[in-house]
Protein backbone atom coordinates (compact mmCIF):
# COMPACT_ATOMS: atom_id res chain seq x y z
CA UNK A 1 0.00 0.00 0.00
CA UNK A 2 1.43 3.18 -0.72
CA UNK A 3 2.16 6.14 1.77
CA UNK A 4 -1.13 8.36 0.00
CA UNK A 5 -3.29 5.05 0.62
CA UNK A 6 -1.85 4.38 3.89
CA UNK A 7 -2.96 8.65 4.82
CA UNK A 8 -6.02 7.74 3.13
CA UNK A 9 -6.86 5.13 5.72
CA UNK A 10 -5.84 6.68 8.76
CA UNK A 11 -8.11 10.02 8.07
CA UNK A 12 -11.41 7.63 7.69
CA UNK A 13 -9.96 5.93 10.94
CA UNK A 14 -9.69 9.27 12.69
CA UNK A 15 -13.31 10.75 11.10
CA UNK A 16 -14.85 7.84 12.20
CA UNK A 17 -12.94 7.77 16.12
CA UNK A 18 -13.97 11.25 15.98
CA UNK A 19 -17.71 10.22 14.77
CA UNK A 20 -18.22 8.20 18.18
CA UNK A 21 -16.19 10.43 20.38
CA UNK A 22 -18.33 13.40 19.85
CA UNK A 23 -21.50 14.02 22.08
CA UNK A 24 -24.86 14.55 19.85
CA UNK A 25 -27.09 16.88 21.45
CA UNK A 26 -28.65 13.91 23.22
CA UNK A 27 -26.38 11.50 24.18
CA UNK A 28 -28.97 8.92 24.50
CA UNK A 29 -31.37 8.99 21.65
CA UNK A 30 -31.50 8.98 17.74
CA UNK A 31 -33.26 11.61 16.12
CA UNK A 32 -34.21 9.71 12.95
CA UNK A 33 -36.07 7.41 15.56
CA UNK A 34 -37.67 10.17 17.39
CA UNK A 35 -38.88 11.99 14.65
CA UNK A 36 -42.48 9.79 13.72
CA UNK A 37 -42.87 9.53 17.82
CA UNK A 38 -42.02 13.57 18.20
CA UNK A 39 -45.12 13.64 14.55
CA UNK A 40 -47.44 11.12 16.44
CA UNK A 41 -47.66 12.44 19.83
CA UNK A 42 -45.76 16.04 20.42
CA UNK A 43 -46.62 18.41 16.82
CA UNK A 44 -50.05 19.21 17.75
CA UNK A 45 -49.29 20.92 20.33
CA UNK A 46 -45.42 22.33 19.92
CA UNK A 47 -45.60 22.36 15.87
CA UNK A 48 -43.97 20.79 12.56
CA UNK A 49 -40.92 22.85 13.93
CA UNK A 50 -41.03 22.57 17.81
CA UNK A 51 -42.23 26.57 18.37
CA UNK A 52 -45.27 25.77 20.29
CA UNK A 53 -47.44 26.70 16.96
CA UNK A 54 -49.49 23.32 16.83
CA UNK A 55 -53.18 23.39 16.12
CA UNK A 56 -52.78 22.57 19.50
CA UNK A 57 -50.55 24.45 20.92
CA UNK A 58 -51.63 27.74 20.35
CA UNK A 59 -55.27 27.55 22.49
CA UNK A 60 -53.48 26.45 25.30
CA UNK A 61 -52.72 28.57 28.54
CA UNK A 62 -49.79 28.55 29.23
CA UNK A 63 -49.03 28.15 25.29
CA UNK A 64 -47.05 24.87 24.45
CA UNK A 65 -43.43 25.55 25.10
CA UNK A 66 -41.43 26.95 21.92
CA UNK A 67 -38.04 24.53 21.81
CA UNK A 68 -35.98 27.48 20.18
CA UNK A 69 -35.98 29.78 22.61
CA UNK A 70 -32.98 30.27 24.68
CA UNK A 71 -34.73 29.09 27.59
CA UNK A 72 -35.59 25.78 26.05
CA UNK A 73 -32.87 25.08 24.45
CA UNK A 74 -30.78 25.77 27.56
CA UNK A 75 -32.51 23.30 29.80
CA UNK A 76 -30.70 20.08 29.99
CA UNK A 77 -31.59 17.08 28.89
CA UNK A 78 -32.48 15.65 32.23
CA UNK A 79 -34.91 18.32 32.70
CA UNK A 80 -36.51 17.93 29.14
CA UNK A 81 -36.66 14.00 29.49
CA UNK A 82 -38.49 14.59 32.72
CA UNK A 83 -40.72 16.76 31.31
CA UNK A 84 -41.46 13.94 28.44
CA UNK A 85 -41.60 11.20 30.86
CA UNK A 86 -43.71 13.04 33.94
CA UNK A 87 -45.49 15.74 32.05
CA UNK A 88 -45.90 18.92 33.96
CA UNK A 89 -48.70 19.73 36.50
CA UNK A 90 -49.08 23.13 35.97
CA UNK A 91 -49.62 22.87 32.02
CA UNK A 92 -51.34 21.11 29.36
CA UNK A 93 -47.94 18.74 28.85
CA UNK A 94 -49.06 15.56 29.70
CA UNK A 95 -46.83 12.38 30.61
CA UNK A 96 -45.45 9.60 27.95
CA UNK A 97 -44.15 6.99 30.27
CA UNK A 98 -47.01 4.99 29.85
CA UNK A 99 -47.04 5.06 26.20
CA UNK A 100 -43.43 5.57 25.08
CA UNK A 101 -40.38 3.30 26.31
CA UNK A 102 -37.43 4.61 27.70
CA UNK A 103 -35.49 4.39 24.39
CA UNK A 104 -38.06 6.35 22.72
CA UNK A 105 -38.47 9.11 25.16
CA UNK A 106 -34.89 9.39 24.31
CA UNK A 107 -35.33 9.57 20.50
CA UNK A 108 -37.71 12.22 20.95
CA UNK A 109 -35.23 14.00 23.40
CA UNK A 110 -32.84 13.53 20.63
CA UNK A 111 -35.50 15.25 18.00
CA UNK A 112 -36.31 18.12 19.87
CA UNK A 113 -32.68 18.64 20.07
CA UNK A 114 -31.95 18.61 16.33
CA UNK A 115 -35.57 21.01 15.91
CA UNK A 116 -34.23 23.21 18.52
CA UNK A 117 -30.38 23.51 17.55
CA UNK A 118 -29.75 22.40 20.90
CA UNK A 119 -27.91 24.69 23.69
CA UNK A 120 -27.92 28.05 22.96
CA UNK A 121 -23.50 28.46 22.63
CA UNK A 122 -21.45 30.21 24.98
CA UNK A 123 -20.73 33.63 23.55
CA UNK A 124 -17.11 33.84 22.51
CA UNK A 125 -14.51 35.06 24.92
Known amino acids: ?10 IFLLTGLWFWITPAHSTEG ?3 KGRPLYE ?3 LSCHGPEGR ?4 L ?3 LNPPAANFHTPESRNKSDEV ?3 AIREGHSETAMASWK ?3 LDEELQ ?3 AYIRKLSGGPVPEPAG
Open 107 to 109: DVL
Open 40 to 42: RYC
Open 1 to 10: MSKTAYGIAF
Open 52 to 55: GDGP
Open 80 to 82: LLK
Open 57 to 59: GLH
Open 30 to 32: QAA
Open 98 to 100: DEL
